[in-house]
């Protein structure tokens, strides 16, 4: 008899096969308490830039997740921004960021997660679609400037 985690699957494509998606990342993986059904949520980059966050939903323990069963979770579409505020002329430029001054880079809020529990899925995320203005401070090097602010959602989301 073997034991749990003894022998292994081949791997499953969860993410459909959209051509107007270039990336699918940073996964969670949730599993109801009968291993029925297998929940994953991973964020989508589509060919303009924006983002999203999806789940997709297997009801065979994980064997198959079509296409039909797979749920958009944001309400929202984000772009991916700078994680850094540029002081400076780009595309080469000094940027600050909590860290002061590093190299620049952009965020995605690799942040998230996914539970399955009385018959409902949660799924909590960061995500940019909100923006924020610095207070003036002649001092701050980016003052007055606007810049997308980093929020946590959560939601209950129906598995498909």
Known sequence: MTQPGETWNAPVRVNPDVSADKHHVLPSLAADPSGVGIHVSYYTQHTDGTVDLDMANSHDGGDTFPANRTVRVTSTSFSLPPSNIPLTGSPVFAATNYDRLIAVCY??????GIASANGAVYDAWG?????LTEPTDPLDPISGQMHTEEDVFFQTVKAQ
Do not use: A
């Not at 995500?127 to 923006?131: F, I, L, T, V």
């Open 107 to 112: 965020s995605l809020g690799e942040y998230q």
């Open 127 to 131: 995500d940019m679609r909100n923006k």
